[in-house]
């Protein structure tokens, strides 16, 4: 089993809708973790950093589940421009980040 | 823009050879790590490099190595291409281990092996 999973996707949703991802990760040391979104042939860039039990902005909400060791990503309101994939990714103080496959999000005109 | 740059952009190697890839740490930063992305995949840890001392390792074997110079730039070193080499490298830079431990990537060098 893979230390960080996550939905497979591809989620194809129309503009406007409200979409959420889930992660799960199997290490329980891991402290910290952090969702990336990553475009087409580019670089992950940082979206989210989740240190308790979740973060919110503005559209993006991130929810962490200890005890079920998962976190999710909601996106309300979804624009054109979110269309990427989302990269989840756990931290371990001391070690290093471990990533998911992605998921890849397509939104709909 | 994160501040973090890597050169080359593109490189095309042959089996056998050996490569390598350049990156410069965002200002204040201090930490250093380095991933293989595969076609479809998340990225893969190769190392971490702390104040110029190799600070973690993945599953990679030895002939991938690397460097870290005094200004926290770093290098890293692919001998004996494979083809499975072929993929995105990204060059990560954080700051001191500490609570807030967010890497910030840069643009990636996409080796491709023939």
């Known amino acids: 089993r893979k230390e960080v999973e996550q939905d497979p996707g591809p989620f194809n949703v129309p503009e406007g809708a409200t979409v959420a991802f889930n992660c799960t990760y199997s290490?329980?040391?891991?402290?910290?973790f952090f969702w990336y979104r990553q475009d087409c042939r580019k670089e992950p860039k940082l979206l989210m950093s989740?240190?308790?039990s979740g973060n919110e902005d503005g559209r993006f909400t991130a929810q962490l589940n200890r005890a079920s060791q998962y976190i999710s990503l909601l996106i309300r309101d979804s624009k054109l421009s979110d269309s990427a994939t989302y990269l989840c990714?756990?931290?371990?103080?001391?070690?290093?980040?471990?990533f998911g496959p992605g998921t890849r999000l397509s939104v709909l005109p | 823009e994160t501040g973090v740059t890597q050169s080359p952009t593109h490189l095309i190697k042959t089996r056998g050879q050996q490569v390598t890839l350049r990156c410069s740490s965002q200002?204040?930063?201090?930490?250093v790590s380095w991933y293989q992305q595969a076609l479809g995949q998340g990225p893969q840890f190769i190392f971490q490099?702390?104040?110029?001392?190799?600070?973690g390792r993945g599953n990679f074997p030895p002939r991938f190595s690397g460097l870290q110079f005094p200004n926290y730039s770093s290098e890293l070193n692919v001998n004996a291409l494979e083809l499975d080499d072929s993929a995105l490298y990204l060059c990560?830079?954080?700051?001191?281990?500490?609570?807030?431990?967010?890497?910030?990537f840069g643009p990636g060098t996409r080796l491709t092996v023939l």
């Open positions: 200002s204040g930063h201090n930490t």
């Open positions: 490099y702390y104040r110029e001392e190799e600070n």
């Open positions: 990560a830079s954080s700051p001191t281990s500490g609570s807030r431990p967010e890497q910030f």
């Open positions: 990714a756990g931290y371990n103080y001391g070690q290093n980040f471990v």
């Open positions: 989740v240190y308790s």
């Open positions: 290490n329980s040391a891991s402290q910290s």
